[in-house]
């Protein structure tokens, strides 16, 4: 069976890609920080779907822990088809008072280790002539996000990025998916410190669901679509940022980002 390396699938959306895989017949590679969840949620998958599901507990605020993350699936003599690029958070508030030790890490965690797996296992499928990678960004990656200045400009980095190599790679029989989810029911908000805001308030009663977010994206990898927004909603909201003068964006985004 073709295997599925997910980063960050202890919850969320890292989890309910897990079960989609999972549920699809795919083994997969779990990889997130929460030893005991991860393991939690290895036996559930293994229980439910009868796949063969490896944990690896990395830390990928640690520079070096894509390096060790690919010795390991090395060791275990797995190949890797699909690679899903997951894990990440974001942080809320005014630049000038958040703390830069943990800017420091959104920057390591959504970036730089992002990149560093995708240079990491994309060669070997280019030589099979068969892979696919998702890479999760956000609808935050079309419009500078006030508040929340760093992660909205991780996530541009996300898009940016995959939609450069996915036309770098046409032919080979890789193809790269971003995947551009808006407000998703999960921890997200709370990590983030962003509960209060208007953003996460006015949608409150409407969030997607991660599993609803997992499975649209599920389709689109499949499928080789280069970037897929989950909801009508937020599709209209990306086309809209798209018509809308970068000056008026931006502070539309800075009122959302604005506790409610």
């Known amino acids: 069976m073709p295997t599925a390396l997910i980063t960050g699938a202890s919850t969320g959306i890292g989890y309910a890609l897990s079960r989609c895989f999972a549920a699809d017949h795919h083994d997969l590679i779990l990889v997130a920080r929460q030893e005991q969840k991860l393991h939690a949620v290895a036996e559930e998958l293994r229980g439910t779907f009868g796949v063969s599901a490896h944990v690896i507990v990395a830390d990928l605020a640690q520079p070096d822990a894509p ?3 690919a010795d390991a699936v090395q060791a275990n003599v797995l190949t890797v088809d699909f690679l899903v690029n997951n894990a990440g958070f974001g942080l809320g508030g005014s630049f000038t ?13 959504n970036i730089a280790s992002l990149v560093y797996l995708t240079k990491l296992f994309l060669p070997t499928m280019i030589e099979r002539k068969s892979g696919r990678i998702m890479n999760v960004a956000s609808t935050a990656a079309f419009q500078p996000g006030p508040f929340m200045a760093v992660y909205y400009a991780t996530k541009a980095f996300v898009l940016s990025f995959s939609e450069a190599i996915s036309n770098e790679l046409s032919g080979t029989g890789v193809t790269v998916t971003a995947l551009c989810p808006g407000p998703t029911a999960s921890d997200f908000q709370a990590r983030a410190n962003i509960q209060e805001t208007r953003l996460v ?9 991660a599993e609803a977010v997992a499975q649209i994206g599920y389709r689109g990898l499949l499928n080789g679509k280069r970037v897929v927004v989950p909801g009508l909603m937020n599709k209209m909201g990306v086309q809209g940022t798209r018509l809308t003068p970068r000056r008026l964006s931006t502070q539309i985004a800075r009122m959302l ?3 409610a």
């Not at 008072?97 to 965690?109: C, D, K, P």
């Not at 308030?201 to 669901?209: D, E, I, Q, R, Y």
Request: aromatic share 0%; hydrophobic share 45%; net charge neutral.
């Open 97 to 109: 008072e958040t703390a830069l030790a943990a800017e420091l890490e959104m920057i390591q965690v």
């Open 201 to 209: 308030k006015s949608k409150l009663m409407g969030l997607m669901s």
């Open 67 to 69: 390096r060790k993350l």
């Open 257 to 259: 980002q604005e506790n």
